[in-house]
């Protein structure tokens, strides 16, 4: 995994690779708010991670927020949007979609369980709770759900590691922290796709950042 040592570099005190990860998120999460009709968000269904309103913080503050406070080495930011992946393709019968209400707490949840399964130090539930602005009980909540949903299959072979990484040195060598270009008419509602599911005719976070490089 050392390719990830490419990714270190920061910008603006935000590590290169949490940028990149937060650019694609950002960019699917517009292009699903602006796929989906006000009566379909109002009316999407029910998970745990879907706020009931819209957070106040941008995509990429909240991400400069965890990377300021959660002390992750980078390699859980490229093993996070691996598993973020494989939660939106088996998640699929839940209709789970990344926008403006959903994204935050999938991103937190998903550091969360990469730092577990990757670093040998890191903070309990409680801090990463208060530095994604939640309570414990939801924290507990979403990485158990979470959990269940990607099978408990946190394993990341070399060559799946490698792939996400050049991904996302893809997407820093396109600009990362400019303006994403204006994204074209895509039914990107509900992504999801994940290494070993290129058939799928839906587009995963990895396909929507190469899309735009």
Do not use: W
């Amino acid at each position: 995994m050392a390719e990830g040592t490419e990714l270190v570099a920061s910008a603006q005190d935000m590590p290169l690779v949490v940028a990149a990860l937060a650019g694609i998120l950002e960019r699917v999460a517009e292009r699903n708010d602006a796929a989906a009709t006000p009566a379909e968000l109002a009316t999407a269904p029910a998970s745990a991670f879907r706020a009931t309103t819209k957070p106040g913080i941008s995509v990429r503050a909240y991400a400069a927020r965890i990377a300021r406070f959660a002390g992750c080495s980078p390699a859980c930011y490229v093993v996070a949007y691996i598993y973020l992946d494989r939660l939106l393709r088996r998640g699929r019968c839940l209709a789970l979609a990344v926008d403006s209400y959903s994204v935050h707490r999938l991103l937190i949840t998903a550091i969360l369980s990469a730092v577990k399964f990757m670093d040998d130090i890191c903070y309990n539930n409680a801090y990463f709770a208060k530095v994604g602005g939640i309570s414990l009980a939801e924290m507990n909540y979403l990485e158990v759900d979470f959990l269940f949903v990607v099978g408990f299959d946190l394993n990341v072979t070399p060559e799946t590691f490698g792939d996400y990484c050049a991904v996302l040195q893809s997407e820093m060598l396109s600009g990362v922290g400019a303006p994403p270009a204006p994204p074209p008419r895509l039914q990107l509602h509900y992504c999801c796709l994940s290494e070993d599911d290129a058939s799928s005719s839906s587009s995963s976070l990895r396909e929507a950042a190469m899309e735009a490089s």
